[in-house]
């Protein structure tokens, strides 16, 4: 098993900027890659971003240069610097832990983006 908990939300200005964090514990040997989704009552969890273990990265088409994943294995965390926040961004932020066998995933993070 896999524990992923995730901190770093909050409320910030439309334009702000804010940067998530989530420590990965127990079987990370396992973990193929780490990443964040979002979801509101409204919408499906969409895919923010995601980084794989050779490094490469993948945003969510709706990111445009506004959010970088990095990964710090030898911590076992993944961050989500968030610039440039927009109203719209606002939602829960889900950890996400990839492996062969299984996704994991964490609790959330609020992130509201409103003045």
């Known amino acids: 098993q896999v524990r992923l908990v995730e901190s770093g939300g909050g409320l910030v200005q439309p334009g702000g900027s804010l940067r998530l964090s989530c420590v990965a514990s127990?079987?990370?040997?396992?973990?193929?890659?780490m990443g964040w989704y979002r979801q509101t009552p409204e919408k499906e969890r969409e895919l923010v971003a995601t980084?794989?273990?050779?490094?490469?990265?993948n945003y969510g088409d709706f990111v445009k240069g506004r959010f970088t994943i990095s990964r710090d294995t030898a911590k076992n965390t993944v961050y989500l610097q968030m610039d440039n926040v927009k109203p719209e961004d606002t939602a829960v932020y889900l950890c996400?832990?990839?492996?062969?066998?299984?996704?994991?995933w964490g609790q959330g993070t609020q992130v509201t983006g409103s003045s």
């Open positions: 996400t832990a990839l492996s062969r066998r299984r996704d994991y």
């Open positions: 127990g079987l990370v040997v396992g973990i193929d890659g």
């Open positions: 980084t794989i273990n050779d490094g490469t990265a």
